[in-house]
């Protein structure tokens, strides 16, 4: 082995934040329905501790021995509302709180899967757990939560996009921060290990590993190395790396299925910022060319960048699932607050942007008193991008009582702190409260 | 077989060698490929090394190499061979 290989690799973990950002442990609770809901959160929370006894433990180990972080371990589980049907929103916090006890006993940093499937219409249970998600995310502490409100096999539930939009507000009423623990998606990936938006779908094995890994850092460093060059030569380079990173991946998922005697899901290839300089996606777009994210030739910086993430990472690993590509959540990436505070990156912006790139309006700030039905429409836009692309996009918008445009709201940790923008003062009312179902474009219908 | 690479990155002074190929002797291990460089004052070591005898003291042998990293003022890595055949390697 050449030395300039074991130099690269350990610089890209030093100096370049390269890192497994999750290993997901995803746990079927299809066989933990009971005749209770007192009688199910209990089976849920032995299921939860049984299986993920060691997954910490476990993630610990392999860090240690390879010299590559996992910076969170975590567990998905099959959509709650599935296993409530019958619930009430009070019994729902049953389940909330043995998903946060589960989670706390096994040392995980979160726990996803507080969710619903709504695209195209809603069951007792959906509704029980959205009703529940005010006291549910405010009383728990590492509880995520999703709602599916569109595909573009179903079109888009635009009652459940107007019930979104009021639950986001009922939950900015008691919490400033709560919001940064629900995502509302349209297309949502079934194996997803990246939060809020990880559940583990019913066509899942039983218990499975999915691992994130990550690496913005990695990626503006050997974009570094080819400046000037043509744009093909920045794509074929973003391959190559991606596929450097995905391969670390794929060893780590492997290794840590076989040590936990479990299922290795998939590998989600996504460029995930964290609040560390130099661990930002704006920055690679800038060393792209482009002085500062939010100006012209982002979104096609950005298309290059999510394409070649993905190409690079497919040959990769055995098996590529979730979102893959690159997130662009504005509080967790330093760029991004730098170009929001500096009035170059908008909302309308950022908008564009989602349309080629794997997630959605991720983590972005608004003012508390924002309403609801603005929320809303932001969701449906967001919605109406992912439903008619065949693509994933996810929404997390945070309205924060008592701010105004310009100041900051800092949510902790990974999570970072995003300045509050500014939304467009018409409203949407009349278009939101018109309820029902945006009809599937007519590309769905390949039968 | 299993196997590790050891990274030393430091100031050079003597004993660095020393003091890493005894603490890996302790522990009963057989160094199999050393590539060693002094660049502008800076040393830089890779040593490849065999951890068959080993597997049960890993986290052991990367403390006392760690302590030992400390003790000289250079940094010591202690990594599985598989990370960088995964990275380098189709």
Not at chain 1, 41 to 53: F, G
Not at chain 1, 104 to 112: C, L, M, P, R, T
């Amino acid at each position: 082995m050449e030395t300039s290989q074991i130099t690269e690799t350990i610089n890209m973990v030093s100096e370049e934040h390269l890192d497994i950002r999750t290993v997901t442990m995803g746990i079927s609770l299809l066989d933990t329905v009971a005749g209770t809901p007192q009688e199910t959160a209990k089976n849920i929370y032995h299921k939860i501790t049984t299986y993920a006894k060691n997954l910490v433990a476990v993630a610990q180990q392999i860090e240690r021995e390879f010299g590559i972080p996992i910076t969170n371990k975590r567990i998905s589980v099959t959509p709650i509302a599935l296993i409530a049907g019958k619930a009430t929103p009070d019994d729902m916090l049953y389940y909330a709180h043995a998903l946060d006890d589960a989670a706390k006993a096994v040392g995980v940093d979160f726990i996803g899967g507080y969710s619903a499937l709504v695209q195209k219409g809603f069951a007792n249970g959906d509704l029980a757990l959205i009703k529940s998600m005010p006291r549910a995310l405010t009383e728990t502490d590492l509880v995520m939560s999703s709602v599916n409100i569109g595909s573009s096999k179903a079109g888009i539930n635009l009652d459940a996009v107007k019930l979104m939009g009021e639950t986001i507000k009922a939950i900015t009423d008691k919490s400033d921060t709560a919001n940064a623990k629900l995502v509302v998606f349209a297309n949502a990936v079934e194996d997803n290990p990246f939060m809020a938006g990880a559940f583990h779908g019913v066509t899942e094995a039983d218990v499975v590993i999915n691992v994130g890994v990550s690496g913005p850092g990695v990626v503006k460093r050997a974009l570094e190395k080819v400046k000037g060059e043509p744009i093909q030569i920045v794509a074929e380079t973003v391959k190559k790396t991606a596929f450097k990173i995905t391969r670390v991946g794929q060893m780590v998922g492997a290794l840590a299925a076989e040590r936990l005697g479990v299922e290795f899901g998939i590998v989600d290839l996504s460029l995930a910022p964290t609040p560390a300089r130099g661990d930002s996606v704006a920055e690679v777009l800038e060393e792209i060319g482009l002085e500062m994210v939010g100006t012209h030739g982002t979104t096609a910086a950005l298309m290059l960048l999510n394409d070649a993430v993905k190409k690079g990472g497919v040959m990769a690993s055995q098996r590529v699932g979730g979102l893959s590509g690159a997130f662009i959540p504005v509080s967790e990436d330093a760029g991004m607050i730098d170009a929001v505070e500096a009035g170059i990156l908008s909302l309308a912006k950022l908008e564009a942007m989602t349309s080629v790139c794997s997630v959605g309006l991720d983590m972005i700030a608004v003012p508390g008193d924002t309403e609801a039905t603005t929320i809303s429409a932001m969701i449906a836009d967001e919605a109406a991008i992912g439903v008619q692309n065949n693509k994933t996009t996810a929404v997390r918008i945070l309205p924060t009582n008592g701010t105004k445009v310009g100041d900051m709201v800092d949510y902790g940790g990974l999570l970072g702190t995003a300045p509050v923008m500014p939304v467009v003062p018409k409203s949407s009312a009349d278009f939101i409260n018109r309820g029902g179902h945006i009809p599937a474009p007519i590309h769905s219908f390949k039968n | 077989m299993a196997k590790a690479v050891v990274t030393v990155i430091g100031k050079d002074k003597p004993g660095i060698i020393a003091g890493v190929s005894n603490t890996l002797a302790e522990h009963h291990i057989n160094i199999l490929d050393v590539s060693q460089t002094i660049m502008s004052d800076i040393f830089t070591m890779s040593m490849l090394i065999n951890l068959e005898k080993l597997d049960e003291e890993y986290n052991k042998l990367q403390d006392d190499l760690n302590g030992l990293g400390k003790q000289l003022n250079v940094e010591i890595h202690m990594q599985r061979e598989e990370i960088f055949n995964a990275m380098s390697r189709v």
